[in-house]
């Protein structure tokens, strides 16, 4: 018997896996009018954070076996919609300000690597997978305009087009969601608007629904794991946040920064976003690889993992702006 | 539901297959190829130049929640996502497929749409699967508004043909053709089969027993190859439609063929395993690669016909 | 090759003859397609005479394509399908003849830029196909007219060649209305350039069809009074120098169809057998629709006069 064995590599994908924690937990989500308010808001905000952190932390803990569970905590800060301060001057603040609450910020990201990242567009490559949830009676033909840049929860209303000589205009009808029961609350999240040089904006809870499949390790381009962590050197933060790595590790004893799941703690005046968060997570199929790496590690761990990707991801909303 | 890991086993797969010529003046290179088959910005085109040159697009799905079509009009309903791609055979010929698992049985009602999208190209039954009638269903075609595989494989063959690197050129006229498939599994003492028809209108239907567990993406392969010499050897015969022997329309209907076409026979150059015995069955009865060589000879002798001077030309040629 | 017929009113007969140059190009063994884009008034099935069409294209006619509620357009094979007992046994070598019908009971409808897109995926599509593609119009400034204006100026179709049959009845009243519906403001000259074509170039690709015109020197007419003749005769020529100044002149005519009964009661096929067998229809006739079938390819007989 002959052992000939012909393989090409562009025939024959591969996906490469990353390190994974139980709970990727997000102490803060920093915009421009927080850092307008000073480091007393800053303070506030870790001051009210601190106890649900520690929540998660004792939920996470009480795993199967009883180990220690791996837990990392991230930080994001927007650097997409405003540009504002620099690494420099900001991150040592934040980690001042997050010491003085007892906590420990083992990663920071940059907003902007949500959208692209290292020359990858990764808000784009997202879009491309949404697979909207079929309302009842869909049957293959797709809507004519699904690329509107808007993903709904349900049906939408109808649009009154003009009707066809001699026919009759619909009436109006309401929306629906999908999955409602018995009522609806249907809700339809803009993912971009377009710039007349048609330049797409991605909106904030679109980028959050990358930032999460980010922390749930289920974002790769061409097999190749997209944010991997870069370690911080020591030394000065840059002054420019473009010279800032996309993700960095702050704390060289960190768990990894992907996680079978994520929980985030933020005033609730982010809750309609992170609403639009899920419904785009709930319609948005992930490479399936990096899904089938997550179940097996795990199984073999005995953690199970809900099968939705939506179910994985976790808020706590405390009061204040 | 545990994900993707422990899917139940499938009572049922199907699929249905276009195959087209790709309507641009110049047959796309390797690399053109995977420009143009990029559906997704995070995921290779695969690539594979031996036997021939061949590119795959990613998967990509669409979500249904529908009657399935049955021979006998029992209504099941199914919910879930049908899997779509598209291939080009040496930058010519592109099929789009689109294909769908169906298991024996699902939960009574709807799950939330993330649980099917972790387990793309399956649509599950909103309570028992009836396999035999709804394969019967699937390749006779359904009412409206059930399942339409067609309709799927279609709508990506338009999103690719509206891509700016097609010209609109074709160096041939020729017709599509579709292809329907539906695969049932075999009985554990019983060998995989293959039923081939060619139906009016350019349908073809594929009924086929497979071992259990074969995933549809293997038969959906066999399928697509199956199309792509159905759609040869189809073409090939109709060049000879309409056109008398001895005139020189001759040479203007044939030459596409010898420059477009007859490097493209090569079957099961990707089919695996398992599944490239139903292709040798083929080749006995009714005999693929029979016809297409003795159509192959046909198009020579007719070129080399015509190639002879005439001996005007010859005259004209002598100094 | 892409042909639309167009005319500016109805009862030109545009639908039946334009059907029957399909038909005749078929008989020589081109693939042909009949698109039905009359939306107001699709029913190219009955001229085809298949009825059972009808039915089943309620909601996948082109109406239903164009505005996106079938991914494809319902397609009738002629031969196979047609009541008609002639058309059934279609001779040995001629190419297919395919109907796209328009939806039965449909109307006409303001047409999108996504049906224009659709409309544009659908023509490329069947030139892909078919040798020739004959697009039946809705009469008038339609949205019909204007929607293939703009797919024939479409990037996409860059490479697909295309000409343009206008219809009118030989009287003074069609001859005008005809050249209005070519020349005037808003007509297929003006709105095409505004919709990017090269105004030369499609004034290029437009040729006449004179419908329904009586003959004076036909048989037909051969036993009317030498005055009812002389009439005739100078009624026709006053109508000639009218289209000429109208630029609607014999040099951008492609064909003359006879006033033909068979034409204007039957609204269907004529057949060799119409003229040979039963001697319904006139030799003339049958020829003169040979003729513009057979111009409709011939180069020579386009481009500026």
Redesign the interface.
Known sequence: MTGAVFRETAADPRTQAVPLSHLSLEIGHLYLEDFEAGPAQLRRHFAQVRPWAEAARATAAAGPDGRRPRISTCFLVDDYFTRFSSPAELVPMLLAEADRAGLVIDYLARESSCAVTGGTPVAEAVAGRIVESPPPGSY??R???AETGWLANGERSPVA???????RAAAWQPPAETAARRHSVFLDAELWSEDPGGRRLWSCPFLAAVWQLARLGLLRAAGEPVLVPRAHTGGPFPDDWDDLPALIRLNPRADPFAAYRTCSVLPSRFLPVEHAVRVILDQTEVDRAALDQVADRSARERTPVPASVADRISYVFYAGP | MPPAASAPAAALLCGEVRT??L?VHQALDIRTAAQFLGLRADERVLLSERPNLYARSPDTLTGVDCPLPTADGARTRAVGTVAARAALTEGRVLQSSAHVTLPAAGPDRRRPWGEYLVRPGVAEPVGKLPPDAVADGVLGGGR?GDL?L??IA??LL?RL??HPL?????PL????TRLRWAALPAAPDEEPSLEFTLA??HLRTVRLRVPEGTPAAEVAGLCDDLALHDWLLTTVVRLF??IRPDTPAVLAALRPAVDHLLHLWMPRARVTGDLAPLWDELETRPGFTRQWETLVRRIRDQLALHAIPSPHREAELTP | MLVFAASDKGGTGRSVTSANLAYQRALN?D?VAYVDFD??SPTAAAVFDVPDAVRGTR??GL?SYLE?R???PA?I?VW?RTENPVLRAWPN???RLVLFPGDAG?????T?E?AL??CV?LL??L?????VIMVDLSAGRSYAVDMVLAATAHP?????RSRWLVFHRWTRQHVIAASGLVHDEHGILDSGVARGHDGDALRGSIRFVRAAVPDPDSALWSRVSPAQAAWMQSTDEALRRLAAEYAIGDSVVLGVVPLEPILQWREQMITEEDVLATQIANKETLKALEEIARKLTDDTCWGRP
């Open positions: 293959g033909p809507p004519p305009a087009r003009a009707p066809q000589a001699m026919q | 087209h010529l309507p409206p339409d067609g309709a279609d709508g338009t043909l509206r097609i010209d609109h050129r074709p006229r020729s017709r599509p009016e209108d439609d309409g | 063994g693939h939306f107001g909601e996948r109406h996106g079938a991914t494809e397609v094979d196979r070598q001629s190419g449909g109307g006409e409808f303001a999108d996504e897109e659709r995926d490329l599509r030139n892909a196909e078919f040798d996409r179709m860059r490479h697909v």
